[in-house]
């Protein structure tokens, strides 16, 4: 009885808009879901440095050095802000760490695939951080404070990851036959992995009803999705460059419908089988076992405090 009492004014409180905070009643599985959710997204963070790490040492020129490094540097602190977020709901950060490198706890798929050209740079901050972007917004308004705060800080900076992203495509696709020729197959290797970050079809998503229940997700995964379509291929069509669906048709509605994704290939990855899951991970292992005595320090030192 007190539980179904709990459970009705969660969610009166959810229905009004009004944000649950770590120390209010919650129903087990909407924690749980949030702990899976938001420890996805900060290894997503973290892990997607790694693709555009590759590229700290070769970049073109000191101001495009800087500005990749700053990039960089802004997705290990969203990392952190969602760790922190993330914590609130009683998982410690070793317990995070712990379940990605055990393959218990996952992260966006895209970040599994390769970065062979400069041009890749400009296609993540372009499509990579754009998808994110479209996702995050509608995070903002999520139904868990901490992670609702969370996401306005990172929003603001994703935007300009998105806008360095697409200066660097711009660009190149008005450069030399060589440039604009690598810009697109950028575009082409890094358009399927964005649209599969949204997750499978509505209809697939397992998580979805419940979620949209509790106000953790506002909108589907299939509707960001489409926003993100829509949004991007008029940029694409600004630049020069060409769409990487030959089925992409404007309807009527102001939408565009497209191809399917290939859903086998998204599942493969997910299961660890993508290009460069192995390296990613191994890379991940190998940078927390050498940072061990930093954090040993950051402890003593905050303990001497
Ligand atoms: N990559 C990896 N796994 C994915 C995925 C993807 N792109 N899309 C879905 N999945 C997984 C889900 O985690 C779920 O598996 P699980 O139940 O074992 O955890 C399964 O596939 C079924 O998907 P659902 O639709 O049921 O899952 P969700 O309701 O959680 O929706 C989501 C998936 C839309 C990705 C949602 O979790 C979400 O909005 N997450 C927060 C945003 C996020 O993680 N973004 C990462 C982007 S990276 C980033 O922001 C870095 C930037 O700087 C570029």
Known sequence: ???????????????????????????????????????????????????????LTRAPSLRAK??????????????????????TLGVSRDKFIEWLHQGKAKYASVFNYPSPTWADMGAIGWLVDGAAIVNQVSLQRTSYGPYSRAMVKICKEESFHQRQGYEIMATLAKGTKEQKEMAQGALDRWWWPSLMMFGPHDS?????????KWGIKLETNDDLRQQFIDKTIPQIELIGLKIPDE???????????????????????????????????????????????????????????
């Not at 879901?33 to 420890?39: G, H, K, W």
């Not at 994704?261 to 899951?277: A, L, Q, S, T």
Request: charged share 30%.
């Open 1 to 55: 009885m007190e539980d179904q009492n709990n459970m009705e004014r969660f969610q009166a409180k959810i229905d009004a808009g009004i944000k649950i905070e770590p120390k209010d009643w919650m129903p087990e599985k909407y924690r749980q879901t949030l702990v899976r959710q938001m420890s996805q997204h900060a290894h997503s963070e973290v892990i997607g440095m790694q693709p555009e790490g590759n590229w």
């Open 66 to 87: 800087k500005i990749l490094m700053a990039k960089i540097q802004d997705e290990g602190g969203h990392g952190l802000y969602l760790y922190c977020a993330a914590e």
């Open 204 to 212: 697939e998503s397992a998580n979805t009803k419940d979620s949209m």
């Open 247 to 305: 089925n992409a048709v404007l309807q009527e509605n102001g939408s565009y419908k497209t191809s399917d994704i290939d859903w086998d290939e998204f599942w493969n990855v997910i299961k660890g089988n993508g290009p460069c899951n192995v390296q990613r991970l191994k890379h991940h292992v190998k940078a927390h076992e050498e940072g061990a005595w930093v954090r040993e320090a950051a402890i003593a030192y905050g303990e001497k405090q």
